[in-house]
């Protein structure tokens, strides 16, 4: 005789109300990030169907109307029978989410989002739901676009809904699937949550704010905002302000430190290629500058609102961007910046050396006038760059008048450190001052080899400059390609 084991009733429905808490904890500590957009979160929200679950309401994009299901083991995946099952004739769950959709959707100038989120696993037979999205969670593509069985699916699921086609369709728009995270996976999500929100994200620390939805489901419902969800954390003592703050910049390829980060941004999307190690240039640059541009203003206006001047970055990101950063949260913005290098964290706040050995060679070519043309610096701190510089500027910038700089022997350990690196910053910032008064150049052309740290610093130290042109180094001699124009 085979024995089968089986959960109890109330096994099920104690994991479910568990991982609903932990969701919502979840969303409770996003929205201390500064990139958070929710500005409102209720739990068991009133007059919203079977989407009570969770409601975030958010400053951009569509509101979201939360459904969690959990089961106790993973004997029975999500399948599209499952999502049609009437048991005792009463309306299957997708039916429930529809009806809800469907009552919310007049509330709501743009449609909300309907997220049915479960720690079952999605059956990988299932001929329609194994082809949702990965990108994001949604099914919507697969059958809007299906042939032959998905067609076939796409009348089943509108005749289930009593719709046609297009209402099928508009609802799914909405509609998403977070599926196969255990309650296991969702206490990690917590525990990253609250790093990024600077809150703490040991177990005793995630029982109390589990402990605080818990509360929250027993009382009378209610909504609350973002700043009365950061008054709760003030309350129940689970800051910890001297966790330093983390802006994680993605570019290369994406960095897992974004979920524990403070803030982040994601322009993976803006590069030619799919292999990091090629990814040099942006597809579009002008649609590429003014999205890095735009996000970076966003960053510092929400940086500022939340009371964070003093913040660690970090990439993955080439010396452009690296500089750019820098710039957008200069030390005339009141921000302090700081990122990892080889000797440990280069911060702004360091005090300089009396080590300022910088060279700063002019061009010997005394016929000619200097005044009004633009400049291109070549800065040799990593490796001398001068005449790969010299070689693109006579293809590419001939009126360019090129100025020269470099440490006296460039290379892996030409900067002594940080207050090295910190003298000789200010020193070109100076020394470029002085011969902007007397050259007046109407733009700048920055070529750079040194630590990504220290085109960070470099960058927040850049003001009172003209305005300066960042370039991509191509990885091959004398090929460099305009990056991002940075204006003080």
Known sequence: MTLQATRAASGARLLGDD???????????????????????AVEASDVGNVDDLTLRRATGPDEYWQVKASVDAANPLTEE???????????????????????????????????????????????LALRA?????????LRHGTGVLAAARSRWADHLG??????????????????????????????????????ADWTAVAVGIQQVRDWVKAPRKTFTSAQLS?????????TPAVHPLFVAQALEHNPRSDTATYSVDWTGLFEGEDPRHRRVFTDPVIAGARISADLAVARQRLRAAGIFNFEVEGPMRLPLW?????????????????QARDGLWSSSAIPSQQKDLQ?????????????????????????????????????????????????????????????????????????????????????????AMPGACALLLGHAWDRMPPTWTYWDMGQPGQYVRALRVDN
């Open 231 to 239: 008054a709760t954390i003030d309350a129940l003592q689970l800051r």
């Open 19 to 41: 991982v609903q808490h932990l969701i919502v904890w979840y969303h409770v500590l996003r929205a201390q990030r500064a990139d958070s957009t929710i500005i409102e979160l």
């Open 82 to 128: 499952l999502l049609f099952d009437r048991p005792k004739d009463k309306p299957s769950l997708l039916q429930r989410l529809y009806a809800s959709w469907l009552k919310l959707r007049p509330r709501h100038e743009q449609p909300p989002k309907v997220v049915l989120a479960t720690t079952r696993a999605i059956d990988p037979s299932d001929k329609v």
């Open 360 to 448: 700063i060679h002019l061009p010997d070519d005394e016929q000619s006038n200097p005044r009004g043309r633009p400049w291109a610096v070549s800065v040799s701190f990593a490796v001398d760059i001068a005449e790969d510089v010299e070689d693109f500027l006579a293809e590419s910038h001939l009126d360019a008048y090129h100025l020269k700089v470099r440490l006296p022997a460039p290379g892996r350990e030409a900067l002594a450190g940080l207050p090295h690196a910190r003298a000789v910053i200010f020193q070109l910032r100076e020394e470029l001052r002085e011969l902007r008064k007397k050259l007046r150049p109407p733009e700048l052309h920055i070529f750079m």
């Open 323 to 339: 500089f750019a950063v820098g710039a957008h949260f200069s030390s005339t913005a009141g921000f302090t910046v700081s990122a």
């Open 163 to 200: 719709v046609d086609e297009a209402g099928l369709l508009e609802f799914l728009e909405c509609f998403e699937i977070r599926h196969a995270l255990s309650e296991t996976e969702w206490r990690e999500k917590v525990q990253d949550a609250a790093e990024g929100a600077r809150v703490r």
């Open 134 to 142: 990965t990108t994001d969670a949604r099914i919507v593509e697969t």
